[in-house]
């Protein structure tokens, strides 16, 4: 996974999509950074909690409930996301 602070925004958006995608069991194509995740897929906190394990994973970082309860949008998980990439790996 590109780990770069400057990741771009559909490169970000790209990985979003793939993991929600997986927790939703829908298609990919079938989501954008408009996709309203509660109002189109009723996303409950389970999902949300996938989501953010799926997330975490992949962008290899931490999130907190709060970051979670933030989503509404995948655009707003996009820009969470960015925020929370380091530039430098994260080492325990």
Known sequence: MKR???MDRDQVLKVVCECVAV???VAEDELTENTHLRA????????????GARLESRF?????M???TYFQTLG?????MQ????AEPVTA
Do not use: C, H, W
């Not at 925020?83 to 380091?86: E, F, S, T, V, W």
């Open 60 to 64: 290899d970082i931490r999130l907190e």
């Open 76 to 80: 707003d998980v996009v820009a969470r």
């Open 66 to 68: 709060e970051d979670l």
């Open 83 to 86: 925020q929370r990439i380091p």
């Open 40 to 51: 189109e897929y009723d996303v409950d906190s389970l999902e949300l909690t996938e989501m």
């Open 4 to 6: 770069e602070k400057d």
């Open 23 to 25: 927790v939703l069991g």
